[in-house]
């Protein structure tokens, strides 16, 4: 993975971690970093490649926390090569894998397969994540320390919530013991019943029935005290309500180990996204109230919100062509979460630096790993980003194997021209020189 | 094609038996038609009336035309209506049930649609428990659709025969105060009658427990009432709507007796109603949950007559749509 050294050159250098923000040069050596500095390249070895990016954005490769693929069990919606190719065009340039495969992830074996098929096929680092029930069912823990050792880097029931607060308090003080961070997805099934959307007007006129906020936020608040009393590294996979802001904004004042992360589709559509019964927009937790997405901007600028995931839950057609009741959750969204949340710049709601932090140095410091930074010594994972480049999104240009994009036909300004991972480019917007 | 009534069409309005031209190709919902259009059909099911009352019950308007009843949900009352109606009209009949245990197992609402649309049908009347069910399979075929019912979204077939009974009753809508009374949640039935209602410009209440209002009711142009008492006084109609015995579990209302005691109506609570008031039920009506049997089968009830304004307006709706002028969408 090393090759000739690279030094990319004229590049306004975004870097979230340490805040330098200046037009610089990178240099790279081995696959990793080995400098940034303002102004021209300075002692640029012999034979090094030179990749002028003025004009661009050069910031570290986003770090996605909320990936599902189809492999092992649904390869047809999407296997770790075409998410590879999805994230690499999207500037992700590592994704936390959700257990939610068939078999689940909650054996070490597994965990081995996933990291052995993502180095052999995946153009893109793959972080595997291991469930924290067995068969992700809520009842019995699973093999922390052997997971852990097998290569997981965290615990998360992905698209599935624990129920019994026993089984979370047993798991998040299991986790503490082998200082590995939890990330749960907060839903109250009894609430949330047989809602499909947020519980409004809105839902009321369509005759769908409706999630109530308090389905997100009564088993929040639950976790956040199990957190407080365990100290175990809580990520609150995904919030939607004002409400849950609140309860971190609080619950962060208090105590530094817990973080909280929004989907790109919360924090860019709201319930009137549904439409017509639009089955793309069925999301999980549901498309909210414009004030809720307004409070998940705040929240972000706030820092009560940590991280922005793309959620990229691929579902074929079989479930998705289906009544608004009877479909299934889920967009993809690897290939769109840059650009769209680069609206969030371009409308002026939040800087770049942190937009960009929210994606790169915050989701790798809550999983303690060596990415989403340009520090030198780390590894070249970056990305080249051509601010407000002009196109619309066409589900047929899409590298994943599903169509399901809650964006399709969006306008956006923003893309990737160019994504590194270890120092080689494994992607290019067509155009972009070499 | 008679001229509409003298209520909504004064002397002076320019509307007096204009026909107006009706641009849809499906029947989806109220929420897709304005009040012109509403009147247009009250005044083409009002029209039809005679049709079933005269001793051989034929029009043979849709001769030659074939219309399925797709039904996913059972319904006997709706469905036998749609067929009397366009058995009345000279359309070849066919229905199709189907077990909601198998749907979704296998073939899909879709998969369905492109099968039954491949036998070229004219017209497909639909019932579906989930909520836009029917507007999805509109447009997967290349003939017309009708709503029978799409989970809790919309019944439009049955918001204009409430209408249209009303209309036969009181001679006009507007003005009119209508109560709609029970499991509003729960009900396409209230959603259809308060856009048709607030359409005509009548005034509408909704009379229920708060966990059988939908969120935001409070929102949509109808007063809002929890006590049935206060909801009945001075209402022109009262309009009963049926209880799922399954709400009555313990989760959404504690029990049956609990129900009926505030909110089912029975002769004191109806005294608070205008005296002239009419009391309406969609059917299949739970005697003793929702409704004294007393007022059920008693003077003030127009049941049955909303089930014979059911298939003039269903016969006027299949006229309409098939109506080979009216289509200009494709």
Redo the contacts between chains.
């Keep these: 993975m090393s090759g000739r050294p690279l030094i990319v050159e004229n590049a306004r250098i975004v870097d979230p971690a340490s805040g330098f923000d200046a037009v610089g040069a990178l240099r790279v050596e081995g696959g990793r970093i080995a400098a940034v500095s303002a102004g021209a390249a300075q002692g640029a070895p012999e034979g090094a490649i030179r990749v002028d990016a003025k004009g661009l954005v050069l910031a570290p490769g986003l770090v996605d926390l909320r990936v599902f693929t189809g492999e092992p069990g649904r390869e047809y919606r999407e296997t770790l090569q075409s998410a590879g190719e999805a994230a690499a065009a999207g500037g992700v340039t590592s994704f936390l894998a959700m257990p939610d495969t068939q078999p689940a992830i909650d054996d070490g074996a597994l965990v081995d397969y996933l990291a052995r098929r993502a180095q052999a096929t995946c153009k893109v680092r793959v972080l595997p994540a291991a469930a924290i029930t067995k068969g992700l069912k809520g009842e019995e823990i699973t093999e922390f320390g052997l997971l852990r050792e097998a290569g997981a880097v965290a615990f998360t029931d992905g698209r599935h919530s624990i129920q019994s607060s026993a089984v979370l308090r047993s798991a998040f003080s299991y986790a503490a013991n082998f200082d590995m961070p939890v990330l749960h997805h907060v839903r109250d099934n009894a609430l949330a019943g047989e809602g499909v959307m947020n519980?409004?007007?809105?839902?009321?006129?369509?005759?769908?029935?409706?999630i109530p906020g308090v389905a997100e936020t009564i088993p929040l608040a639950r976790d956040l005290e199990l957190a407080a009393a365990t100290g175990v590294r809580y990520h609150a996979a995904q919030v939607s309500t004002a409400r849950s802001v609140e309860l971190l904004a609080d619950a962060k004042r208090r105590s530094g180990n817990v973080s909280a992360g929004v989907s790109i589709n919360n924090l860019s559509l709201n319930e009137n996204d549904v439409g017509?019964?639009r089955t793309f927009f069925r999301l999980n937790p549901p498309l909210r109230s414009e004030d809720d997405r307004r409070a998940m901007i705040e929240g972000l600028r706030s820092g009560a919100i940590d991280t922005i995931h793309s959620d990229h839950d691929p579902q074929d057609t079989?479930v998705k062509?289906?009544?608004?009741?009877?479909a299934s959750d889920g967009a993809i969204g690897l290939e769109t979460m840059l650009a769209a949340a680069l609206r969030l710049h371009h409308s002026g709601d939040i800087d770049l630096m942190t937009l960009l932090r929210a994606m790169t140095s915050r989701p790798a410091e809550i999983l303690g790993i060596d990415a989403g930074t340009l520090k030198a010594g780390a590894p070249a994972d970056f990305i080249l980003i051509d601010l407000d480049y002009p196109w619309q999104v066409k589900e047929s240009d899409f590298h994943s194997r599903s169509r399901n994009t809650a964006f399709e036909g969006a306008r956006l300004a923003g893309k990737v021209a160019a994504t590194y991972v270890a120092g080689q480019r494994v992607f290019e917007r067509e155009g972009v020189p070499a | 094609m008679a001229p509409a009534s003298p209520a909504e069409a004064t002397p002076a309005d320019p509307l007096l038996g204009v026909t107006i031209p009706f641009k849809h190709k499906h029947l989806l919902g109220i929420s897709q038609l304005n009040q012109y259009e509403i009147l247009e059909l009250l005044n083409r099911a009002e029209a039809m009336i005679p049709v079933s009352r005269q001793p051989r019950k034929s029009l043979p308007t849709l001769a030659g035309k074939t219309q399925i009843n797709l039904f996913f949900e059972p319904s006997t009352r709706t469905q036998a209506s749609f067929e009397i109606a366009g058995k009345r009209l000279g359309a070849q009949v066919m229905n199709m049930s189907v077990k909601t245990s198998s749907v979704t197992k296998g073939e899909t609402l879709i998969d369905t649609a492109a099968t039954l649309n491949a036998m070229r049908p004219d017209v497909i009347i639909v019932r579906h428990a989930a909520s836009g069910a029917v507007e999805l399979l509109s447009q997967k075929v290349t003939c017309s659709v009708v709503n029978a019912g799409d989970g809790t979204h919309e019944h439009p077939t049955q918001a204009l025969l409430d209408a249209l009974t009303i209309r036969q009753h009181k001679q006009r809508l507007a003005g009119l105060t209508v109560a709609i009374c029970g499991d509003i949640a729960n009900s396409r039935v209230a959603r259809s009658n308060l856009l048709l209602l607030g359409a005509m410009q009548v005034r509408t209440r909704v009379i229920a427990p708060r966990t059988l209002l939908p969120v935001g009711i409070e929102n949509l142009a109808t007063e809002v009432f929890t006590d049935m008492r206060e909801g009945l006084k001075d209402v022109d109609v009262v309009m009963m709507l049926r209880l799922q015995h399954e709400r009555a579990n313990g989760r959404l209302i504690p029990s049956v007796r609990e129900f009926y005691r505030f909110y089912g109506l029975d002769a004191e609570k109806l005294a608070l109603a205008k005296p002239d008031a009419i009391v309406m039920h969609p059917g299949p009506m739970n005697r003793g949950v929702e409704i004294d049997p007393a007022i059920a089968d008693g003077a003030r009830s127009v049941i049955t007559d909303q089930v014979e304004m059911g298939v003039a307006v269903r016969m006027a709706v299949l006229d309409t749509l098939l109506e080979e002028t009216s289509q200009v969408q494709s």
């Design positions: 519980d409004s007007l809105f839902a009321s006129v369509l005759g769908l029935k409706g017509a019964y079989e062509r289906q009544p608004f009741a009877e």
